[in-house]
Nanobody
């Protein structure tokens, strides 16, 4: 399975970006992010159709969605804050994850290369 993330960039606080991840396979899909000097952290997961999981820090601002026909997972990010600055990674698992698993880094089998998101004025 190969994952290709895109859509990152520089945006002002309060702005929006949409990340895309084209995946050649996978069941549950997710976005993680990693800021300099910090551990990789969970952002959002698409477990299966309509079953979504979000980190508290992005709930209400970010939306994960999936277009199966295009094999693409999206992360719509609105009301961006400087603390959202990080490299964003998409990930895929071979299995459909239960909710308690979806936030864990170690359950995902495949990772994309990451795309930089910088929120700054």
């Amino acid at each position: 399975v190969q994952l290709q993330a895109s859509g990152g960039g520089l945006v002002q606080p309060g702005g929006s970006l949409r990340l895309s991840c084209v995946a050649s396979g996978g069941n549950s899909m997710a976005w993680f992010r990693q800021a300099p000097g910090k551990e990789r952290e969970f952002v959002a997961a698409y477990r299966w159709r309509g079953n979504l999981v979000y980190a508290d820090s992005v709930k209400g601002r970010f939306t994960i969605s999936r277009d199966s026909a295009k094999n693409t997972v999206y992360l719509q990010m609105n009301s961006l804050k400087p603390e959202d600055t990080a490299v964003y990674y998409c990930a895929a698992s071979r299995l459909t994850l239960i909710q308690s698993q979806a936030r864990r880094v170690d359950v995902y089998d495949y990772w994309g290369r990451g795309t930089q998101v910088t929120v700054s004025s």
